[in-house]
Every structure is written in C-alpha cells, then in structure tokens.
C-alpha cells in the first residue's frame, strides 16, 4: 500500500514539477516547444528522484 502512494506522489511531483518548470522556461524562450519542455523537465525529475531512491539517500 506504502509503494502506491509514493508512486502517486512520485508521479504528481514529477508531472507537476516539470509543468511549471515548463511553463516558466516557455516565458523565457516563447519559440520552444512547450510539450517538449514538458518532457524534458519531467524525464529529468523522475530521472532524480529515481537516482535518490537507488543510492539509498531515502529509506522506506
């Protein structure tokens, strides 16, 4: 039940997390794709929080 919740919460930080980063990156360069941004941002985020996770920096 514990991996559920983390996994949702994991999900909506990194979507959420890259959304806003997206959008105030957008601001900066209005040329750019922001679905892209998007992408990137979360890719880079989960990538993080899975790399915390492996070295064992979080223990559940």
């Known amino acids: 039940m514990w991996w559920l919740i ?6 909506t930080g990194t979507f959420g997390g890259g959304w806003v980063l997206a ?6 360069h209005p040329s750019l794709s922001f679905y892209k941004l998007w992408a ?4 880079l ?4 929080v899975a790399l915390i996770f492996a070295l064992g920096f979080v223990r559940l």
């Open 40 to 43: 990137f941002w979360a890719s």
């Open 45 to 48: 985020l989960g990538g993080a």
């Open 6 to 11: 983390i996994g949702a919460v994991w999900m």
């Open 23 to 28: 959008w105030l990156y957008k601001r900066l």
